[in-house]
């Protein structure tokens, strides 16, 4: 069992950044796949990024590439999101989430645990 509590969330102005942290309970987090996922209001949840297991490896949806970054630190049990260059259609709850899967993946189905997640919003 994993438990997953995302922080950093807030109200930014267009342009600007916000990072976004989500810190695991117990000693498997390495073990684990990471993946960033947001939901706007009326609309599916979305993927955002993903990491491996050990960082070597990343993923990113094309709207955010370039633009968002995902990391993590095993010895912390936690992973980031670092938002740049924020857009007003950035605005949504953002989701953490956990996969033992071996590859990353950019499916909400594949996670195995969730956060509760965090309001990310960004006005014009």
């Known amino acids: 069992q994993v438990q997953l509590v995302e922080s950093g969330g807030g109200l930014v102005q267009a342009g600007g950044s916000l990072r976004l942290s989500c810190a695991a309970s117990g000693r498997t987090f390495s073990t684990y796949a990471m993946g960033w996922f947001r939901q706007a209001p009326g609309k599916e949840r979305e993927f955002v990024a993903a990491?491996?297991?050990?960082?070597?490896?990343?993923y990113y949806a094309d709207s955010v590439k370039g633009r968002f970054t995902i990391s993590r630190e095993n010895a912390k049990n936690t992973v980031y999101l670092q938002m740049n260059s924020l857009k007003p259609e950035d605005t949504a709850v953002y989701y953490c989430a956990a996969d033992k899967a071996l590859v990353i993946q950019n499916i909400p189905s594949a996670y195995d645990y969730w956060g509760q997640g965090t309001q990310v919003t960004v006005s014009s």
């Open positions: 990491i491996s297991r050990s960082g070597g490896s990343t």
